[in-house]
Each structure stands twice: as structure tokens, then as C-alpha cells.
């Protein structure tokens, strides 16, 4: 397992998730990280509901739990969530950053310093600029940049800074979301 | 800008086993990635321009040191912090500790005190306020001066009170304190049995036998070996039958000890299990 998935979204993107997930192959052989800024949804809530979407296991994980391929891990309310050399995940509950706890910018830049260029990390729909620093880390180590197409984004903003901002590789439409990681899966 | 990455891994490694051998606290089992940023921070805040100039700082100017434990061990706090695991306590784990002549409670990383003010105030509600001893204990002196005080602001009263009712609280929150300008003075009452210590999870031993030990959101700081090293304490610490909780993100699942606890609920409550259930479970290895 030395490649990781992450997804980082704001207002307008759990539409999105709810589109890519089923469309998910079973037997992914690598982890996915998820970071959203979410507004309103109690704790359980969001990982049952993304969790009726796939038959990979979504978790939202406790500190120290480790990664495993075919997972899909959703960052916990108010936490950042970093990873650890022994890929696995650190919680951390210090300040927000861009005003966001937990902040995309901070779980891209630490996912990438362990998984280098094996890393792929995808922007979707948003308001705020969150994952405009993440990207360059990602991209300055050789990684894979990847950016929701702006005009299916509800909020445009977040994928337009990420583009205008950073290295961008590709930019996707919602439906071409799933097919680009589950062609990701090595055999 | 993201973590100005003035630090190198090496680097903070060196100094955190020189700050260990000067003045005897070790922070190099804290976690590494969350530990980084809080170095990095500091670097931010107090304008440091190299991390050269920080470790100076450290080793010629031993009053700095303070400084620097405020800002990595992060003493957030809260009165009810998650008010489910509130509840539980008062549902599930007061009632069986009633069955104690004396009970014994260990806070362990208790920062400025809202969490021992928080029990004390369901150990009066569940009427065990008078048999029980609270031994609320940090690494950080200066937060423990605060504990003692019971003092905090006024503009977290309406937070703590939402908390406090959400726990299952069954009384007016404000006939606990006395308002007073900016601040809430809680009442005596409730701190005539804390005890306020220092204490090293990563250095120092148990000391007594507890029925329910907590330990919230000071885990999530170390790195496995670590956590490992302090779960054994406390199991050290523990009476059979005893409880454990931790923070809400954090959990005994990863460690060896999970297999001698039963967790009581869906917050993160363990049980120890008796010492027969115990040899039980070895001999069927
Ligand atoms: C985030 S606060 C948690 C406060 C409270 N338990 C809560 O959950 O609201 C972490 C506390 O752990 C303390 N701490 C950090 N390292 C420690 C150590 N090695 N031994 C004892 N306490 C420590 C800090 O001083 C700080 O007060």
C-alpha cells in the first residue's frame, strides 16, 4: 500500500461524494482520505450516510488507527487529521487553520511528506481557499494534483483558487471522478 | 503560509533529547507530526527566525522553558467537553461507584480544571460528593494554580450551562457560582475534596489505586509507544472493576490492554474486568 487518495471539499461537495462513492470499486488497494468542511451534520450522521453510498468501509477514525487499503477515512469534526510515518493517523486538535479544523491544506501537506509521489489530491466544490497550500506541497513532491471542472462545482471557488493557484493535472467532471481512482487499483 | 518548515526532523529530535536532559522533561515520544507544528508554530509566534534561534533560546534561558510546554502540550479545556460522555458517567458509572465506602478519581492531564469542576458537580448531584476524593493532576504547574482558583471567564458560562443540561444536569448550572464582573468563581463546595498535583505521565509512577481514572485529549499527543507506556500505568493505577475514559477520539482498541477492558457504552468508557476473567483469558493462549 503505497498510495493514497485525498479528497478535500467545502460547501457543495457532499453532492459530489454521494455521486462518486457508489461508483467505487469494491476492491480498492488503497486507503481514501476524506477532509470536509462540514456545517450542521452531527457527528455519526455524515459517515452513515456517506457509508449507505459504498461497500468500502467508511470510518471515521480515532487516533492512532492505521490505514488500510480499500478504506475510505473521514476526517473527524474539529480535529486535523495528519498521518505518521507508520501511516497511521494522527488526530490533532491545535488551532483552525484558514479558518477550517479540520483543514485540507494541513492533512495534504502532512499525507504527502509520507506517501511523496504516490499521492493524488482532489479538490471539489467550495467556498473558501483550503487546499491551495495543500496542493503545492502535493505537487512539489511530485504528486498527483487533481481539481473538481469548476463549472459543475455549486460553489466554483475553491476549485478555481486551486487551478489558478497551483499545478493542477487534471481537472474532472463528477462522472469521471470514480473511473480515475478505480483505474488507480493495482491487480 | 503552511508550515514554514524551518525544522528538520534530526534537528527537532536532537532537541528534544537535549530539553529532556536539561531539565527533565521528555517530549520526544510526543506525536511526531502533531509536535512538528506545534514547534513550528512557536517559531511563528515568537519570531524566530531559524530554528537555531529557538534552540538557543531554550538551552541559555531556562525561564523560557514555561513558554515552551504551554505551547506543545495545548491546554484547551472545557466544562462538560462532550456532554454524552457526561451523561454516561452519570447514567452508567457513578451508580456503580456508589458501592465504594471511598472513591477515588484520577484526572490526569486536568489543565485549568473545568473537567474536575464538571465531576464534582455530578458527584453532588448523584450524592457522592461527600465520599469522594478527586485527585486532579497535569504536567503544567501554571494551569493547576488556575484549577485551584476555580475561576473562569463569564462568556463561557452559556456554552458550559448548554453542555451541562446536555449531560443530563438537573439543576440551576448558575447556582454553582458566583458571578462576579467578568468571571464565574465556583462555589467551595465543590473543591473541598480536590487534590491538585503535578504529574508526568512520561515520567512519573502511579500513586494509589483508583476507581475511575480519565485521562481526555492528553493521548492524542503521544506516539504509540507512548500511549502504550501510559495505558500501563493506569492499569497499574486501576482497581479491578475500575473505569477508564478518554477522549472522545481516542481509544484503548490499538493497545494490548484492550483485551483485559470491556468498553461500557458507545462513549469511550472501559471496564476493567475482574482478575479471573483475566487468567481466564491468558490460559486460552
Ligand atoms: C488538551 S488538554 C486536555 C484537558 C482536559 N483533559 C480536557 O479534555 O478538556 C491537554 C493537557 O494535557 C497536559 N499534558 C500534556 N503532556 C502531559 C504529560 N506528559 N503529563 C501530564 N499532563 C500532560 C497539558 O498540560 C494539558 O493541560
Same mark, same amino acid.
Request: glycine residues 4%; hydrophobic residues 40%; negative net charge.
Given at each position: 500500500?503505497?498510495?493514497?487518495?485525498?479528497?478535500?471539499?467545502?460547501?457543495?461537495?457532499? *453532492?459530489?461524494? =454521494?455521486? @462518486?462513492?457508489?461508483?467505487?470499486?469494491?476492491?480498492?488497494?488503497? $486507503?481514501?482520505? +476524506?477532509? #470536509?468542511?462540514?456545517?450542521?451534520?452531527?457527528?455519526?450522521?455524515?459517515?452513515?450516510?456517506?457509508?449507505? *453510498?459504498?461497500? =468500502?468501509? @467508511?470510518?471515521?477514525?480515532?487516533?492512532?488507527?492505521?490505514?488500510? $487499503?480499500?478504506? +475510505?477515512? #473521514?476526517?473527524?469534526?474539529?480535529?486535523?487529521?495528519?498521518?505518521?510515518?507508520?501511516?497511521?493517523?494522527?488526530?490533532?486538535?491545535?488551532?483552525?487553520?484558514?479558518?477550517?479544523?479540520?483543514?485540507?491544506?494541513?492533512?495534504?501537506?502532512?499525507?504527502?511528506?509520507?506517501?511523496?509521489?504516490?499521492?493524488?489530491?482532489?479538490?471539489?466544490?467550495?467556498?473558501?481557499?483550503?487546499?491551495?497550500?495543500?496542493?503545492?506541497?502535493?505537487?512539489?513532491?511530485?504528486?498527483?494534483?487533481?481539481?473538481?471542472?469548476?463549472?459543475?462545482?455549486?460553489?466554483?471557488?475553491?476549485?478555481?483558487?486551486?487551478?489558478?493557484?497551483?499545478?493542477?493535472?487534471?481537472?474532472?467532471?463528477?462522472?469521471?471522478?470514480?473511473?480515475?481512482?478505480?483505474?488507480?487499483?493495482?491487480? | 503560509?503552511?508550515?514554514?518548515?524551518?525544522?528538520?526532523?534530526?534537528?527537532?529530535?536532537?532537541?528534544?533529547?537535549?530539553?529532556?536532559?536539561?531539565?527533565?522533561?521528555?517530549?520526544?515520544?510526543?506525536?511526531?507530526?502533531?509536535?512538528?507544528?506545534?514547534?513550528?508554530?512557536?517559531?511563528?509566534?515568537?519570531?524566530?527566525?531559524?530554528?537555531?534561534?529557538?534552540?538557543?533560546?531554550?538551552?541559555?534561558?531556562?525561564?523560557?522553558?514555561?513558554?515552551?510546554?504551554?505551547?506543545?502540550?495545548?491546554?484547551?479545556?472545557?466544562?462538560?467537553?462532550?456532554?454524552?460522555?457526561?451523561?454516561?458517567?452519570?447514567?452508567?458509572?457513578?451508580?456503580?461507584?456508589?458501592?465504594?465506602?471511598?472513591?477515588?478519581?484520577?484526572?490526569?492531564?486536568?489543565?485549568?480544571?473545568?473537567?474536575?469542576?464538571?465531576?464534582?458537580?455530578?458527584?453532588?448531584?448523584?450524592?457522592?460528593?461527600?465520599?469522594?476524593?478527586?485527585?486532579?493532576?497535569?504536567?503544567?504547574?501554571?494551569?493547576?494554580?488556575?484549577?485551584?482558583?476555580?475561576?473562569?471567564?463569564?462568556?463561557?458560562?452559556?456554552?458550559?450551562?448548554?453542555?451541562?443540561?446536555?449531560?443530563?444536569?438537573?439543576?440551576?448550572?448558575?447556582?454553582?457560582?458566583?458571578?462576579?464582573?467578568?468571571?464565574?468563581?465556583?462555589?467551595?463546595?465543590?473543591?473541598?475534596?480536590?487534590?491538585?498535583?503535578?504529574?508526568?505521565?512520561?515520567?512519573?509512577?502511579?500513586?494509589?489505586?483508583?476507581?475511575?481514572?480519565?485521562?481526555?485529549?492528553?493521548?492524542?499527543?503521544?506516539?504509540?509507544?507512548?500511549?502504550?507506556?501510559?495505558?500501563?500505568?493506569?492499569?497499574?493505577?486501576?482497581?479491578?472493576?475500575?473505569?477508564?475514559?478518554?477522549?472522545?477520539?481516542?481509544?484503548?482498541?490499538?493497545?494490548?490492554?484492550?483485551?483485559?477492558?470491556?468498553?461500557?457504552?458507545?462513549?469511550?468508557?472501559?471496564?476493567?474486568?475482574?482478575?479471573?476473567?483475566?487468567?481466564?483469558?491468558?490460559?486460552?493462549?
Amino acid at each position: 500500500m503505497d498510495t493514497i487518495f485525498l479528497i478535500g471539499g467545502s460547501a457543495g461537495s457532499l *453532492k459530489v461524494l =454521494l455521486e @462518486v462513492l457508489p461508483e467505487l470499486s469494491a476492491n480498492l488497494t488503497f $486507503p481514501i482520505i +476524506i477532509i #470536509l468542511h462540514r456545517k450542521g451534520y452531527v457527528d455519526s450522521q455524515l459517515v452513515n450516510l456517506l457509508n449507505a *453510498k459504498t461497500s =468500502l468501509n @467508511v470510518i471515521e477514525p480515532d487516533d492512532k488507527e492505521p490505514l488500510s $487499503p480499500g478504506n +475510505i477515512y #473521514l476526517a473527524p469534526p474539529d480535529y486535523h487529521l495528519l498521518l505518521e510515518q507508520d501511516k497511521t493517523i494522527s488526530l490533532d486538535f491545535s488551532e483552525k487553520f484558514n479558518f477550517s479544523r479540520p483543514s485540507i491544506d494541513i492533512t495534504f501537506s502532512s499525507a504527502v511528506k509520507i506517501f511523496k509521489e504516490n499521492t493524488f489530491a482532489l479538490i471539489l466544490s467550495g467556498a473558501n481557499a483550503d487546499g491551495v497550500e495543500g496542493l503545492k506541497a502535493v505537487k512539489a513532491n511530485n504528486g498527483t494534483t487533481l481539481a473538481q471542472n469548476p463549472i459543475t462545482a455549486e460553489v466554483n471557488y475553491m476549485p478555481l483558487q486551486a487551478i489558478t493557484q497551483s499545478k493542477i493535472d487534471f481537472v474532472l467532471n463528477p462522472s469521471e471522478i470514480a473511473t480515475f481512482i478505480n483505474k488507480l487499483n493495482v491487480s | 503560509m503552511i508550515e514554514p518548515d524551518l525544522i528538520r526532523d534530526e534537528e527537532l529530535e536532537k532537541l528534544l533529547i537535549e530539553i529532556a536532559e536539561l531539565y527533565g522533561y521528555d517530549f520526544t515520544q510526543y506525536s511526531k507530526a502533531s509536535i512538528k507544528r506545534r514547534v513550528n508554530r512557536i517559531c511563528v509566534i515568537d519570531k524566530f527566525t531559524s530554528f537555531a534561534e529557538l534552540r538557543y533560546q531554550l538551552i541559555k534561558q531556562p525561564s523560557y522553558l514555561q513558554r515552551f510546554i504551554e505551547e506543545i502540550t495545548v491546554n484547551v479545556t472545557e466544562m462538560f467537553r462532550d456532554p454524552s460522555f457526561y451523561k454516561a458517567l452519570r447514567d452508567d458509572v457513578f451508580p456503580q461507584l456508589d458501592t465504594y465506602p471511598i472513591i477515588r478519581i484520577w484526572l490526569a492531564g486536568c489543565s485549568t480544571g473545568e473537567e474536575v469542576y464538571s465531576l464534582a458537580i455530578i458527584a453532588k448531584e448523584t450524592n457522592l460528593i461527600q465520599k469522594t476524593l478527586f485527585y486532579a493532576t497535569d504536567i503544567n504547574p501554571s494551569v493547576l494554580e488556575k484549577a485551584r482558583d476555580g475561576i473562569f471567564p463569564i462568556s463561557q458560562m452559556k456554552l458550559y450551562s448548554e453542555n451541562y443540561i446536555n449531560s443530563g444536569g438537573l439543576k440551576n448550572f448558575s447556582d454553582y457560582y458566583t458571578a462576579n464582573y467578568d468571571f464565574a468563581r465556583f462555589n467551595d463546595d465543590l473543591k473541598q475534596k480536590m487534590i491538585f498535583s503535578t504529574h508526568n505521565l512520561v515520567s512519573d509512577r502511579s500513586f494509589n489505586e483508583f476507581q475511575l481514572i480519565i485521562c481526555r485529549n492528553v493521548l492524542i499527543y503521544f506516539d504509540k509507544d507512548l500511549q502504550a507506556k501510559v495505558f500501563k500505568l493506569f492499569d497499574d493505577s486501576l482497581e479491578h472493576l475500575g473505569f477508564l475514559g478518554l477522549g472522545s477520539k481516542e481509544t484503548l482498541r490499538f493497545s494490548q490492554l484492550d483485551k483485559h477492558y470491556h468498553q461500557i457504552s458507545t462513549e469511550k468508557i472501559w471496564r476493567k474486568q475482574k482478575e479471573d476473567k483475566r487468567l481466564i483469558k491468558s490460559n486460552n493462549f
